[in-house]
């Protein structure tokens, strides 16, 4: 009889509880609160992520001044620390509606903060490290860096780790606590050193000119050589020729393909012109 009780008094409560008008009237009312509360963080989100890419893009305009190579990098970080921001007060706006007391859930939010922040103390360095590298603009999404053994392009540069892609197609995440030093390839110009080997029997001063005049043609068909470009002299002399070294300032990370391509047109210049490109030669004397 007992047991029919209990379940006939849990009966009335359900049916009391489903046919309370004021009870469906407060929850429908609660309802649309956290809806309208989850709607307007995203619009929040949202509008303050592309109020601040279009903030970083008018860099040219006003006091606001953002380098292109960073615009990505500090856009993506930005609207990230907004969204974690306007989330976590939409979760407490939600729990207040849901009738949470917030006093003791932020005290005891608090207390396990402190709490996990003590064994927490890389992830700490982690992010303070990786405000300094943006900060500091030690280098940014798409540079060209070699951090620690790695060497590749940036991927992306977030408060806890970096992300970076070499040429061979491996990706390594880096902890931002754990970096060291940094060689960033991308903030510079480059220098394309071309080092040309001519024979003894040319004469210096005529290969000179021939040089230059390929030089000064190359800078007018490429966008990539920005600075000087000249002949810088004679570096060695090597057992089958004479060494001249050829130097141009280019475009960061384009020195190879400016290399290459001038090592091509060398090549078919000393071919026209009849200079000879010294090689290896061995000459043997035959006793009778």
Wanted: proline share 2%; with cysteine.
């Amino acid at each position: 009889m007992d047991g029919m009780t209990f379940f006939e008094q849990l009966n009335a409560s359900v049916q009391t509880y489903l046919l309370d008008v004021a009870f469906w009237l407060r929850a429908a009312e609660v309802t649309a609160r956290v809806l309208v509360i989850i709607v307007a963080a995203h619009l929040i989100v949202r509008l303050a992520r592309k109020a601040i890419q279009k903030l970083l893009k008018q860099r040219d305009k006003g006091l606001v001044k953002v380098d292109e190579r960073r615009l990505g990098t500090v856009s993506a970080l930005l609207g990230n620390v907004v969204g974690y921001v306007v989330y976590f007060v939409m979760v407490l706006m939600i729990l207040a509606q849901l009738g949470f007391n917030l006093g003791p859930v932020l005290a005891g939010a608090g207390i396990i903060g402190l709490a996990v922040g003590f064994g927490a103390q890389n992830l700490v360095r982690d992010v303070i490290s990786g405000l300094f590298i943006i900060l500091e603009d030690q280098y940014a999404v798409g540079d060209y860096v070699s951090i620690g053994n790695f060497t590749g392009t940036v991927q992306e540069v977030g408060l806890r780790v970096t992300r970076i892609k070499q040429w061979t197609g491996e990706v390594h995440f880096i902890p931002n606590g754990t970096i060291t030093q940094v060689t960033n390839f991308s903030k510079e110009n480059s220098a394309a050193v071309v080092d040309v080997g001519v024979a003894y029997g040319e004469k210096i001063d005529e290969v000179t000119r021939v040089l230059e005049a390929l030089l000064a043609r190359l800078r007018m068909e490429t966008e990539d050589i920005v600075g000087e470009a000249k002949v810088m002299g004679v570096q060695a002399l090597g057992d089958s020729g004479v060494v001249l070294r050829v130097m141009a300032e280019c475009k960061p990370m384009t020195q190879f393909d400016v290399a290459r391509k001038l090592r091509a047109m060398i090549k078919a210049e000393f071919d026209e012109k009849n200079i000879e490109i010294p090689y290896p030669r061995m000459v043997v004397y035959q006793r009778e």
